[in-house]
């Protein structure tokens, strides 16, 4: 279950920096 959420927390990050670079 914690890989599940440190997955969607990683994706979460990755969304949010995307635009940015």
Sequence with gaps: ???KFM???LI???MEI????
């Design 7 to 9: 997955k969607a927390y």
């Design 12 to 14: 979460q990050l990755g």
């Design 18 to 21: 995307e635009p940015y670079s």
């Design 1 to 3: 279950k914690r890989m």
